[in-house]
T-cell receptor, first 118, second 113 residues
Framework: GAVVSQHPSRVICKSGTSVKIECRSL??????MFWYRQFPKQSLMLMAT?????????EQGVEKDKFLINHASLTLSTLTVTSAHPEDSSFYIC??????????????FGSGTRLTVV | AQSVTQLDSQVPVFEEAPVELRCNYS??????LFWYVQYPNQGLQLLLK??????LVKGINGFEAEFNKSQTSFHLRKPSVHISDTAEYFC???????????FGQGTRLTINP
């Protein structure tokens, strides 16, 4: 079945530095990828939708200059948290859709990245 | 825009008892519906999905769900739960023709021995 690999699984960084999270579709081409943020004991909030080769579409309230998304190939999307602050600490999850319809794969999720900013 | 409501934030049940996790959605167009399970500090695993056809959908780990268009519901059921079913469960909806997947608030299922 479809597999999405997300790295790193955990990262601790100092306030003011930038962190990059990678999301790869391993056995299918993902023209569309999604980035979510999840606070403790809460649901997933969609941050942005990225389409291969074009700019990401950000949800209302998400700072696009702070959360940089790049989807340069059909198998890789990256989320860079720039100038991270403690309030950016959260669980970030990526998801990928395949090129075709929802039949077969649908939405496949990465295992998540726990970001802690100190 | 579509929305999803999971009516119970927490559901405690005893081992081997049946369980139902409720999900209602709102949309002006046809939808696809999903149930995911999340274990602590992990991503989401698909339990089942409704795309079209039979309204009763069977998924992994003995779970099933029934799509009820008139009641705009997609409740998740399992006839006999195990300790290992303790997790967070999310209902999600995607409007046909749209890209986004919108999640409900989640239901924490706790199985007591």
């Amino acid at each position: 079945g479809a597999v999405v690999s997300q790295h790193p699984s955990r990262v601790i960084c100092k306030s003011g530095t930038s962190v990059k999270i990678e999301c790869r579709s391993l056995d299918f081409q993902a023209t569309t990828m999604f980035w979510y943020r999840q606070f403790p004991k809460q649901s997933l909030m969609l941050m942005a939708t990225s389409n291969e080769g074009s700019k990401a579409t950000y949800e209302q309230g998400v700072e696009k200059d702070k959360f940089l998304i790049n989807h340069a190939s059909l198998t890789l999307s990256t989320l860079t948290v720039t100038s991270a602050h403690p309030e950016d600490s959260s669980f970030y999850i990526c998801s990928a859709r395949d090129h075709g319809t929802l039949k077969g794969y649908g939405y496949t999720f990465g295992s998540g990245t726990r970001l802690t900013v100190v | 825009a579509q929305s999803v409501t999971q009516l119970d934030s927490q559901v405690p049940v005893f081992e081997e008892a049946p369980v139902e996790l409720r999900c209602n959605y709102s949309s002006s167009v046809s939808v696809y519906l999903f149930w995911y399970v999340q274990y602590p500090n992990q991503g989401l695993q698909l339990l089942l999905k409704y795309l079209s056809g039979s309204t009763l959908v069977k998924g992994i780990n003995g779970f099933e769900a029934e799509f009820n268009k008139s009641q705009t519901s997609f409740h998740l059921r399992k006839p006999s739960v195990h300790i290992s079913d303790t997790a967070e469960y999310f209902c999600a909806v995607s409007e046909q023709g749209a890209q986004k997947l919108v999640f409900g608030q989640g239901t924490r299922l706790t199985i007591n021995p």
